[in-house]
Each structure stands twice: as structure tokens, then as C-alpha cells.
């Protein structure tokens, strides 16, 4: 793992791996972040915030891999 990099606004590279070891890179990229673990297709409200990264799952999948591109927002 390279070192912390607080410009970061996304992680392509986290699509298909687990949630944990997704929401853990984020953290070491970005501490200042909160991050949200949602399944994918919940309704949420919409409106951006500079200070949360959603990360998604698909809920069919028992292994809880990242189905979308965490981004900053």
C-alpha cells in the first residue's frame, strides 16, 4: 500500500474487491473522509458532501464486493 494521498476523489481500482479491505484503503488514503457502506439500488437523498465516500455492494452477492466506483461526494 503507497503512502496516504489526501487528493484523492476516487478508487476504480476497489471495484470487485470486499467492502473491508475497500472502506480500509479509503481510510488510509483520505482519514479526514467518513465512509458510508450501502447496498447497491438503496434510495438516498441526494446532495453532495466533500467530507463522505459511499461505497457499494451488491446485497445478492454473500461476498460483499464493491459493485461502483467509490468516489468522494
Known amino acids: 500500500m503507497a503512502g496516504a494521498d489526501p487528493t484523492r476523489t476516487s478508487w476504480p481500482e476497489l471495484v470487485g474487491i470486499p467492502a473491508t479491505p475497500a472502506v480500509m484503503r479509503i481510510n488510509h488514503d483520505r482519514p479526514e473522509l467518513v465512509v458510508e457502506v450501502l447496498p447497491l439500488g438503496i ?31
Do not use: I, Q, Y
Not at 49 to 64: E, H, L
Open 43 to 73: 434510495k438516498l437523498e441526494k446532495g453532495f458532501n466533500s467530507k463522505r465516500v459511499r461505497v457499494f455492494f451488491n446485497p445478492r452477492d454473500s461476498a460483499g464486493l464493491v459493485a461502483k466506483v467509490p468516489v468522494v461526494g
